[in-house]
């Protein structure tokens, strides 16, 4: 299973960035997707998930009405539209896979393959 995240890059506070995450390896439309990131010094963090059919999505407090997770079954791509961003969200962000429910990952539970991340840097 391959995850191949891309998209990051520097960008002043208030702007936008999108990630996109490459599957390859498994059935992506039976995957449960998610990102997470993980700044300097800091643990990693759930930041969105969706559920295999997007019919479910779920977002960290503080990336809410800010971020949209989706995907593109047809493509194998997970997305992550990042607006308004913050100082804050600088980190190395990881797209997930997992074969249980988008909950089940919303709720701390750890994902079944992970890409490598692709660093985001916002500037103040």
């Known amino acids: 299973v391959q995850l191949q995240a891309s998209g990051g890059g520097l960008v002043q506070t208030g702007g936008s960035l999108r990630l996109s995450c490459a599957a390859s390896?498994?059935?992506?439309?039976?995957?449960?997707m998610g990102w997470f990131r993980q700044a300097p010094g800091k643990e990693r963090e759930f930041v969105a998930a969706?559920?295999?059919?997007?019919?479910?999505?779920y977002y960290a407090d503080s990336v809410k009405g800010r971020f949209t997770i989706s995907r593109d079954n047809a493509k194998n791509t997970v997305y992550l539209q990042m607006n308004n961003l913050k100082p804050e969200d600088t980190a190395v962000y990881y797209c997930?896979?997992?074969?249980?429910?988008?909950?089940?990952?919303?709720?701390?539970?750890?994902?079944?393959?992970w890409g490598k991340g692709t660093q985001v840097t916002v500037s103040s």
């Open positions: 997930a896979a997992g074969r249980y429910s988008a909950r089940y990952y919303r709720q701390g539970n750890g994902m079944d393959y």
């Open positions: 390896g498994l059935t992506f439309s039976t995957y449960s």
């Open positions: 969706i559920s295999s059919g997007s019919s479910t999505t």
